[in-house]
């Protein structure tokens, strides 16, 4: 069948609502979009007008999956705009409660919307019926992450407790020394799952990708530091609009981001781990050699391992920021609102999200522009996903449906963050 | 492999964030054990698999803003036995509901460079402007306990147990002084229905409000309070109402009384 169409009208163990359109003319793939139907909801918009001091709280509404990340950029931009510095044991436990994010996201991806493909299961439940032990692990590491955040930020999902200038309230010592002993079963789940997801077999597909992520000069990003790219981009973060724009096309109600220079680029944990290997601890390091990767990884079906190695990283570092903790005097330091711009960027655990913000001397906001992860991923999954339906035409249809969606899942979008889900159609002609 | 004697459930989303839905995958203590008791028949966040209706319980999550979506929600009252929505966007409207009290045409090109492949209604509208609801679970984002003593419920054939008094008694019963009186932050506690165990006031800031109006509220008297005694201005006033829960009538109300 030279030409054909494949089609998924509703692409699952995403965040959010898309699909996804591959036309095939003469075993060639001569179309491919990615739609995102999810509705907007204008979050720029409505931001102005509204006070400094309440955008981290908005925006966390983004999306579910990643507040943390949303409050990150937005307070750090904030702090940015008034020229307030914040530091010391308020930065680490910002870092902090940004790892349980790490843990609670990641353990979400790899085990119940990643692992289900390369295991051939639709869901987490059928994996529970095969391997219940793995699947009861995978969950405690997931509710130690929450946990996590729940003790820092007051729940999961859009804690309440981060702010411009630090927290509403910070933790004692002894609070968070509760953390150690399950952090410490954390860490040696988080190896033993670096072992499992590197014993799943990968398609070979390596792509040449123009990698972008943060890049700090004494620890492995979450947020602060420039914005690094493997072809060269080394900037600070509110030079970000001169390197970057955003397009918005037709099929999609995401913006899509590329590099003004040359084009699509990726972001993520790929693109962090390439870019920041020797920031990684020594014990993240060895898991990954062991589990075969290389201080580069291109291949994005890869990107399990790649997100257990981070898990690595982020139970190692919680339990790091953990034992070096002194209960900070105060729980924030005073933000004073001038008329300024201000620029804030932070590594969600799907990639670098930008914030940028206008605001007046009165504190209201005047202009917010927001650059998710998944709208800079765009371009590059629509890229991976001709590359491989090039490379592998002669599947049947339903394997190809099916692993389509994996090279999509590869990125572990979140569409309501990008506006907002996908639809996958293969249509070949 | 199909179990016919379970209850199926359905989970579906409209505009939201995904958090409320999620919060079924963060009952981690949980998550087996209700599903060893309930078939998920979609839940296109957590499984490809996808079982026709007609389904015994469907979690609708999210607002209207699309007239596609408008005209979807029917099929799924028509193919649901007991329908519930969960959050802030479902039961309100919910932060992008703030569109509605301005007009959306200008909305558009601050955010896309070509409204014109935009489509989108001019309110963000709760669910149950829509069709008829069974029962609504408030949050932004919802409590998961109140999500596993709903399914609970539903399972055993009883009404789920949920408070529907304020944030205010939540306050007094967990012994957390109170923000407003002593250290005069704005808060919307006496105002707003229970569910978090008044968690922001226990972190030292006022309630913005996460579980929308209580049952019988009085949130004039509270911006009367908050005028004469903290001097808030008009503006402050009009944009505590205006969170996830904007266009709940009550804050509504309030709000545009001070917009005035």
Not at chain 1, 136 to 162: F, T, Y
Not at chain 2, 27 to 39: H, N, R, S, T, Y
Not at chain 2, 159 to 178: A, F, H, L, Q
Not at chain 2, 199 to 226: H, I, M, Q, V
Request: hydrophobic letters at 40%; a positive charge.
């Amino acid at each position: 069948m030279k030409n054909r169409t494949i089609k998924v009208d509703y692409l699952a163990r995403v965040e959010g609502e898309g699909g996804l359109f591959v036309k095939i003319k003469d075993n060639k793939v001569v179309d491919v979009k990615l739609n995102i139907f999810e509705p907007p909801r204008f979050f720029e918009a409505f931001l102005r007008g509204r006070h400094f001091t309440e955008v981290p709280d908005i925006t966390a509404r983004i999306c579910g999956i990643c507040p943390i990340a949303y409050q990150t950029s937005s307070v750090r931009a904030m702090e940015n705009a008034c020229g307030a510095t914040v530091d010391g044991q308020l930065r680490a436990l910002r870092r902090l409660i940004y790892c349980g994010e790490y843990i609670e996201s990641h353990a979400l991806h790899v085990y119940m919307l990643h692992a289900p493909d390369f295991l051939g299961c639709e869901d987490v439940l059928d994996i529970a019926k095969a391997h219940p032990d793995l699947v009861k692990k995978a969950l405690r590491l997931k509710k130690i992450g929450n946990d996590l955040m729940v003790l820092l930020g007051g729940r999961e999902i859009h804690p309440i407790s981060m702010r411009v200038g630090g927290f509403y309230k910070v933790p004692t010592k002894a609070e968070l020394q509760a953390m150690v002993e399950p952090l410490t079963w954390a860490l040696d789940f988080a190896l033993a799952t670096v072992k499992f997801t590197s014993t799943l077999t990968f398609p070979d597909f390596e792509q040449d990708y123009e990698f972008v992520s943060l890049r700090h000069p004494d620890e492995y990003p979450l947020f602060d530091g420039r914005i690094v790219s493997s072809k060269g981009i080394d900037i600070a973060i509110d030079e970000y609009p001169q390197y970057f724009e955003e397009q918005h096309m037709a099929h999609s109600t995401s913006l899509h981001s590329v590099v003004k220079a040359r084009g699509a680029y990726h972001v993520g944990p790929l693109a962090r781990y390439s870019l920041n290997f020797d920031k990684l601890p020594e014990v993240a390091q060895k898991a990954a050699k062991k589990a075969g990767l290389k201080q580069t990884c291109n291949n994005p079906f890869k990107s399990i391992i790649v997100r257990a190695v981070e898990t690595v990283f982020a139970c190692h570092e919680a339990l790091r920021i953990i034992s070096e903790y002194k209960m900070p005097e105060k729980p924030f330091v005073e933000v004073t609102p001038r008329a300024a711009v201000g620029h804030g960027a932070s590594e969600a655990p799907r990639g670098m999200l930008y914030h940028r913000y206008r605001i007046g001397a009165d504190g209201l906001i005047q202009e917010a522009r927001i650059v998710p992860p998944t709208s800079q991923n765009q371009r590059v999954i629509e890229s991976d996903l001709s590359a491989y339906v090039n490379k592998n035409m002669k599947l049947s249809e339903e394997k190809l449906t099916w692993q389509c969606e994996q090279v999509v899942r590869n990125y572990d979008p979140c569409i309501s963050c990008s506006c907002h889900f996908l639809k996958l159609h293969i249509d070949r002609q | 492999m199909k179990d016919t004697s379970k209850p199926k459930v359905a989970v579906w989303k409209f505009a939201s964030c995904d958090g409320c839905q999620l919060s079924l995958l963060d009952c981690e203590d949980e998550l087996l054990a209700v599903a060893g008791a309930i078939e998920i028949a979609n839940f296109p966040e957590a499984s490809r698999r996808i079982v026709k209706g007609p389904y015994d319980v469907s979690l609708v999550e999210g607002s209207i803003t699309t007239s596609h979506d408008a005209e979807r929600i029917h099929g799924i009252r028509r193919a649901s036995k007991f329908l519930v929505t969960i959050g802030a966007c479902a039961t309100a409207g919910g932060i992008q509901a703030l569109r509605n009290f301005a007009d959306v045409k200008n909305f558009i090109p601050m955010v896309y460079a070509h409204p014109e492949y935009i489509k989108t209604l001019g309110k963000s509208t709760p669910i149950a402007d829509h069709i008829p609801v069974d029962f609504e679970l408030r949050g932004c984002p919802i409590n998961k306990y109140h999500l596993v003593e709903l399914v609970n419920a539903l399972l055993n054939g009883r009404k789920p147990n949920i408070p529907t008094d304020s944030v205010c008694m939540e306050c007094k019963r967990r012994g957390t002084t109170c923000v407003m009186v002593s250290a005069g932050m704005t808060c919307l506690g006496p105002v707003t229905q229970a569910g978090c165990n008044a968690l922001c006031p226990s972190y030292n800031r006022g309630c913005f409000g996460c579980f929308g109006p209580k049952e019988t509220p009085n949130p004039d008297s509270l911006a009367d309070w908050w005028q004469k005694r903290m001097n808030l201005t008009k503006p402050e006033i009009v944009r505590a109402f205006r969170g996830f829960n904007a266009y709940a009538e009550p804050f509504r109300k309030a709000s545009e009384l001070h917009e005035k």
